[in-house]
Structure formats: structure tokens, C-alpha cells
């Protein structure tokens, strides 16, 4: 099959299902109304509430939503062959994905700009709320090791990255320095910065640093981490995230001109079976491999918490969540494109021995070729460009993380109250889960998460929009398929750590990841276990509340419309 | 016209579809490239700012005027003088202060 028929069969589905599923929802079931009064509008205070044109809201969601989920979820899958992962790509994003973000962003605005937390407390109960925070702690400890051990595998495999990720702190924290300190022009600093940016990125292709520590290499990422979370966002995090846009966003560009000139068929088996060479199903765990790019939870708090304050017009929701899950999904198409076509049945095994990043870096910088940019200089951008696409992430995990830690313990243990100590204790956390555990299974708890997160988000939804006594089953029949594939993934993947792996590692059979002692994989996979039970335990309780209210909110409105009507 | 253009034949046009928001002129494809990659790649750093400004702000409203919320603190001279320069800021600090929040508030 040619990759350039995948991507206009993903651009058909995402123009379809933009202008007729996503358009029928808004006009005959939400009602989109431009005169009503959103909350950006109606309790505007210039900060968090502030109305914001469609147009930069869009490229603000897009940019939220679109990191390293929809490009490494669809290599990873591969395992399952192509054509399952394009599959539910497409259909996830036409059916869930984006009613998923679309609703998210409507709960928010039809309900006075509230977050999750207060919107589970109001729609659920007291418990949801305190459930639904703690669940969204360890998810983000998972996105912590899980983009933190491809991070490091990347860098032990690519030489040729680690300068240019080195030159991208530097020319970021100059360019916020300039930019805010000596308030250059914005224009010219970005120019100049980019520019030397990427001659950051050739001097990588020079020094190589080829040292194959994965310990170092993870401690270095988590050094950047470090220093996202402390120093100021200004003159640091944000001025990089900044420069390093313009990379990315370059190095998209090229990649879908490299696919129409070069047109790599998709040499990678269409389908391998149901059960890959280790025994895992293609149900359910194909749908918590392929997060972003099909429905992911995430989304739904940048949908809610971040853009649904934002809207400035009822109209502009359809646009502007609809229309970023449409084009994530495209990106994610172009990931399975880079896996199946650029890289290929030639060099797929072997790159993946360096993890889904190395496949990344290596289909980038062949699609770059067709460009005419030479292969060295290819895997050193495309490097770059990934470890900051992850690191980007993982900054805001641990600020996060840091403050919740504050919310948390920070009465009852004062030293947690400061900054370094919390930065330093999400970091030791994601540290030592990525040091003991197994990346495939990290990355299966880090999916399903995230999965569930999503049919927490379309659970909530449900009840608000059987409240409103408008259709609900557009968001119910995605939760109930995501609620039961996530809840049945994360019982595999513990069940096979514990059962599976750990025997076998203790039989020798199974040999620990490298670098790894057996006591530490096997103290690792119960670690690992016992977060797959901690998830499991609170998906459970908030589906009981959840569809609890659900059914109640359901009756009532029944036994409303059955009831006699008293009025004279 | 092409099938995609079509309106909806079930759908009564409402007002305000499809024309642009009030006070904005009709947007040309630069404009609104413009806009696409400042939402990529700046908006963000433009609301950091103004939570960090505004957090500054408030904390300083409420250092010296908590008393119209019900902290107890002494009223002193200074906040008479700088009641002027904070009345007119006053009830967007109320509600950001009063608003429920929780931990999804900081990612975003």
C-alpha cells in the first residue's frame, strides 16, 4: 500500500468526519449558540478566563494535545502490523476521539468554566473527586518514566542527538533572556535563534557522544526536567518549548513533503495476528498501545481546564477541539507511515532494538533524504526534535507533580513545600519506576491511564448531557467500549507481570532489560503491578459512582416526563 | 458549489454562523496562518506571563486589602491610599480568589 494513500485516506475521514458527524452533533445536539455567554466571556478576568480568537485557540489545542503520544503509540504497535494500528487511528478518531474533546471543552463552558475535580465532586460524588485527583497523580508519574526510558534509549542508540538537545537548552534559555530581559524584537531573536539551532544540531553530527549509559543518559533528561521545574517558566521551559516549535514544526513540514516526493510503499506486514510473539492480545491492547492520535484523557484536560475558559464563541468549539483531534489524527498517520514505509521491513527490527524514539529519528531522517537532507544530519534534527517533544511533556509533569505534592503532604510535611525537594521526589519516583520496571509494560500503564481518563471524561459527559436531557449516546458507547478495554488491558499487563514475568525472571527464562539486576526487574514489575491495581481499583469506583449517577440522573428525567403536568 | 460547502438542508442558519465575531473584520489565509502559529507556538507563553503577573497582583491585593474578603488582617493607612488603583480590579480578584480550584488548574 502506498503511504501516500494512507494519508489522503486519513484526510478523507477527518474531513468527513469533521463536516458531518462533528457538524450534526454541534447543530442538532449541543446546539452551538453564538449569542450565549461563554464563561471566558462572562467571567473574564485576563488571566484564566480570557476570550481568545479561534484561530490561536486552534493552534494552542493542536500544540497541547499532539507530543509524543500519537508518534510513539502507533510505532510501538506495530507489533500487530499496520493495518490494525491505521484502523483504529481512523475509526478511534471519527467515533471517540474527537466527541471525546468536543464534549470535554462543552462540559467546561456549559458549566461556568469548572475544572474535573469540581465537575466529578458536582456530577459524581465527594469520593469521585478525590479519586479522580489521585488517579491523575500516578498518570503522570507514568508519563514521567515512560517518556523519560524512550528519552534515554534514544540517546543511547544516537550519538549524534545529545549536542543538538544541549544547543536547544541554550539558544531557548537565550532567546527568553533577550526576549524578556532586554525586550528585543521577538522576530529577530527567533530567526537567529533557529538558525543557530540547527547549526547546534550539524555541530551533533560532529561531536558525536557516543556513550551507551542508559543511567546517564536518563539522568541527563531528568536534569533538564529538573530545571524546568524550578527555575522560573519564563527563562527557561517556555523560551525553549518556543524555539523548539519552529524545529518541529519544520521538521513535520518536511516529513509530508518527503512522503508525496519519495511515496515509501508500507513494507511492514499489514497484520501479524491476533497475539503477538510474546502472547499479547490484539484486544484490548492494541487500543491502550494507540492513545493520542485515536482518543486520549489528556485531551480532555487541555479541552477543559485550559481551552473551554478560552472560547469565545459556542461556534468555535466544533473548530477548534474537533479540528485538532481531526489533524492529530493525520499526524498519527503519518507516525504509522514513518514505522510501516519510511523505515520499513528493512530496517524496522533493528531500530526498534533502540526503542520506538530510534524508529522515529530513523524514518524521519529518511523521509528528510527525499528532501535532499543527508542522513546524519536527518537523525541528529529528528532527534532533537523528539527528546524535546518528550522533555517538553515531562517539564510540566513535574511541575505539576511538585505542586500537588505542595497540596497534598505540604501541611502535614513542611519540607515538601519547597520546590527543589517536590521536583526532586517526582523525579525520584519516575526515576526508580523507570530503573526497575519493563518500558513495554510502563508504556501500557501510561496507556491505559490514559484511556481511562478518557471514559472518565465521556462518563462525566454523559451525565451532564442526560442531565440536559439532550442525546447522550455519542459519548456513553465510547465510554462503555474504553471503561471495559482499559479496565481488562491493565488487568493483562498485571496479571502478566506477575505471573509471567516475574517467574520467568526468577526461571531465568525472561532476562531483565540491560543494565537492570533480576531483583531490581523483578521488585520493578510488582511496582509496576501494584500501579496497574491502583488504577484498576479507582477506575472501578469511579465507574460505580459514575454510572450510578448516570442511571439516576437517567430515571428521573423519565419519571419527570412520565408525571402528569399540575399547571392550570 | 461543491457538496462539502453545502449548508445543511435540515438546519436553519442561525445568526452569527459563519460570520465573523464581533469586532473582527472578515480574516484573510495570512491572517489566519498568523494566528494558527502564535496559538503553536506563543500563546501559551503569553498566558504564563499574565498568571504569573496576575498571581503577583493578587497576592498583593490580598496582603492589603484581605479584609474585603474576610481575612483578618489590621486595615492599615496604606491600603486607604491604594484603594483607588485596586477598586477597579477588585472583582475579578474576588472571583479568582473565591473559584473553586484544584490540581488540573496548575497544568494549564
Not at chain 1, 462525566?460 to 448531557?465: F, G, V
Not at chain 2, 460570520?19 to 503553536?40: D, H, N, R, T, W
Amino acid at each position: 500500500m502506498s503511504s501516500v494513500f494512507a494519508l489522503v485516506v486519513a484526510l478523507v475521514v477527518a474531513v468527513l468526519g469533521y463536516r458531518w458527524y462533528a457538524g450534526y452533533i454541534d447543530a442538532n445536539v449541543i446546539k452551538a449558540d453564538p449569542k450565549r455567554a461563554t464563561p471566558a466571556k462572562m467571567y473574564m478576568d485576563g488571566v484564566d478566563f480570557i476570550p481568545t480568537g479561534r484561530h490561536v485557540l486552534f493552534g494552542y489545542q493542536f500544540k497541547s494535545i499532539a507530543a509524543l503520544g500519537p508518534i510513539t503509540g502507533p510505532i510501538v504497535a506495530m507489533k500487530w502490523g499496520w493495518l490494525p494500528a491505521l484502523a483504529w487511528i481512523l475509526g478511534g478518531a471519527l467515533l471517540f476521539g474527537w466527541a471525546h474533546d468536543y464534549a470535554s471543552a462543552f462540559l467546561t463552558i456549559r458549566n461556568d468554566g469548572q475544572s474535573f475535580g469540581a465537575l466529578s465532586y458536582r456530577l459524581i460524588s465527594p469520593r469521585g473527586r478525590a479519586t479522580l485527583l489521585a488517579f491523575i497523580y500516578f498518570y503522570l508519574l507514568l508519563i514521567l518514566a515512560a517518556f523519560g526510558s524512550i528519552v534515554a534509549n534514544m540517546l543511547v542508540k544516537n550519538p549524534v542527538v545529545p549536542v543538538a538537545i544541549v544547543a536547544l537548552m541554550i539558544t531557548g534559555t537565550l532567546a527568553g533572556q533577550a526576549i524578556y530581559r532586554k525586550r528585543m524584537d521577538i522576530i529577530a531573536v527567533t530567526l537567529v535563534m533557529v538558525a543557530l539551532s540547527l547549526v547546534g544540531v550539524w555541530l551533533g553530527t560532529i561531536w558525536k557522544i557516543p556513550i551507551a549509559s542508559f543511567d546517564l543518559w536518563l539522568l541527563f533528561t531528568l536534569f533538564f526536567c529538573y530545571l524546568g521545574a524550578v527555575l522560573p517558566i519564563w527563562a527557561y521551559a517556555q523560551p525553549i518549548n518556543y524555539i523548539s516549535f519552529y524545529l518541529v514544526a519544520l521538521g513535520m513540514l518536511g516529513a509530508i513533503i518527503g512522503i508525496f516526493l519519495g511515496r515509501p510503499p508500507l513494507t511492514l506486514p499489514a497484520y501479524t495476528g491476533f497475539f503477538t510473539k510474546t502472547g499479547e492480545p490484539l484486544w484490548p491492547l492494541l487500543f491502550v498501545t494507540i492513545a493520542c492520535g485515536a482518543i486520549s484523557g489528556w485531551h480532555s484536560l487541555v479541552s477543559s481546564s485550559g481551552t473551554g475558559r478560552q472560547i469565545e464563541n459556542e461556534r468555535d468549539v466544533k473548530y477548534v477541539a474537533a479540528g485538532a483531534m481531526f489533524t492529530e489524527m493525520v499526524l498519527a498517520t503519518l507516525a504509522v507511515i514513518i514505522a510501516a514505509g519510511a523505515v520499513g521491513a528493512n530496517g524496522f527490527a533493528e531500530a526498534m532494538k533502540g526503542g520506538p524514539a530510534n524508529v522515529f529519528t530513523q524514518g524521519m531522517a529518511s523521509l528528510l533524504g527525499f528532501l535532499g537532507i543527508g542522513q546524519t544530519f536527518g537523525v541528529a534534527f529528528a532527534g532533537a526534535m523528539f527528546a524535546i517533544l518528550a522533555i517538553t511533556i515531562m517539564q510540566l509533569v513535574v511541575r505539576f507533580m511538585r505542586v500537588a505534592t505542595v497540596e497534598i503532604a505540604g501541611e502535614k510535611v513542611p519540607i515538601l513545600g519547597n520546590m527543589h525537594v517536590g521536583a526532586l521526589l517526582a523525579l525520584f519516583l519516575g526515576y526508580v519506576l523507570v530503573k526497575t520496571g519493563t518500558w513495554n509494560y510502563i508504556w501500557t500503564l501510561f496507556g491505559g491511564s490514559n484511556q481511562l481518563m478518557a471514559a472518565l471524561a465521556l462518563m462525566l459527559a454523559s451525565i451532564w448531557l442526560a442531565r440536559e436531557g439532550k442525546a447522550w449516546g455519542w459519548t456513553f458507547y465510547p465510554m462503555l467500549f474504553m471503561l471495559a478495554t482499559t479496565i481488562v488491558a491493565l488487568a493483562v499487563t498485571a496479571h502478566s507481570m506477575v505471573f509471567t514475568v516475574v517467574p520467568g525472571l526468577q526461571a531465568g527464562t525472561v532476562v531483565p532489560p540491560a543494565g537492570q539486576s533480576v531483583a531490581a526487574a523483578i521488585a520493578g514489575n510488582y511496582i509496576a503491578a501494584a500501579i496497574g491495581v491502583f488504577l484498576i481499583v479507582a477506575a472501578l469506583i469511579l465507574a460505580y459512582d459514575g454510572l450510578r449517577a448516570f442511571f439516576k440522573v437517567k430515571g428521573e428525567k423519565a419519571s419527570q416526563a412520565a408525571a402528569p403536568s399540575h399547571s392550570a | 458549489m461543491p457538496f462539502w460547502k453545502k449548508p445543511k438542508a435540515n438546519l436553519p442558519k442561525q445568526e452569527g454562523q459563519g460570520e465573523p465575531a464581533e469586532g473582527q473584520s472578515k480574516e484573510g489565509l495570512g491572517s489566519v496562518v498568523k494566528q494558527f502559529v502564535y496559538g503553536m507556538a506563543a500563546h501559551d507563553m503569553t498566558r504564563y506571563a499574565l498568571k504569573t503577573r496576575s498571581s503577583m497582583e493578587h497576592l498583593f491585593i490580598l496582603i492589603t486589602m484581605g479584609d474585603l474578603l474576610g481575612v483578618p488582617i489590621l486595615p492599615p493607612y496604606y491600603s486607604l491610599r491604594l484603594l483607588p488603583y485596586v477598586v477597579p480590579q477588585i472583582s475579578t480578584w474576588k472571583r479568582r480568589m473565591l473559584r473553586e480550584k484544584d490540581l488540573t488548574d496548575a497544568l494549564f
